[in-house]
């Protein structure tokens, strides 16, 4: 499902990507005005929204921990639940602490564990190690 995409003459490799889905996004989606995309690279968290005014939202993995996930009853009926990942409190910057959540996807329990997989082995390559406070 990886593929690769160039953007001004940056290649990366796309593991997941996707779309709010669910009775509200299929609507959407099929209006063509479902606007919101998930990408998830071997670096990165993605997150583009917006019609008139494009926003990109970018989050390195390694800063990421604990992905959740929640599925309601009224999103078990359309397949779909949210996925949510923190940000590291101890890092630096203003968004430490935050949650970001990924809404109404499909196939959640298996991306929330292709995200998983893919912080630990961010946290691999770079080499970090966490401490506890005891």
């Known amino acids: 499902m990886s593929k690769i995409e160039k953007i001004n003459n940056v290649d990366f490799e796309i593991i997941w990507e996707g779309k709010p889905a669910g009775l509200w996004g299929t609507i959407l989606s099929f ?20 019609f008139l005014k494009q926003r990109t939202n970018t989050t390195e993995l390694y800063l990421l921990k ?15 639940g949210n996925v949510s990942v ?4 101890h890092s ?12 109404n996807i ?4 298996k991306v929330r564990k292709l995200l998983r997989d893919a912080i630990e082995a961010d946290v691999m390559e770079r080499n ?3 401490f506890d406070k005891v």
Request: charged share 35%.
């Open 92 to 103: 630096q910057g203003e968004r430490a602490g935050e949650v970001i959540r990924l809404k």
């Open 106 to 109: 499909k196939e959640c329990e």
């Open 31 to 50: 209006l063509h005005l479902n606007f919101t995309t998930y990408q998830v690279t071997k670096d990165e968290l993605i997150i583009k929204r917006g």
């Open 86 to 89: 923190k940000i590291d409190s």
């Open 128 to 130: 970090i190690t966490y």
């Open 66 to 80: 604990d992905p959740d996930m929640e599925i309601s009853l009224f999103q078990r009926l359309f397949g779909v």
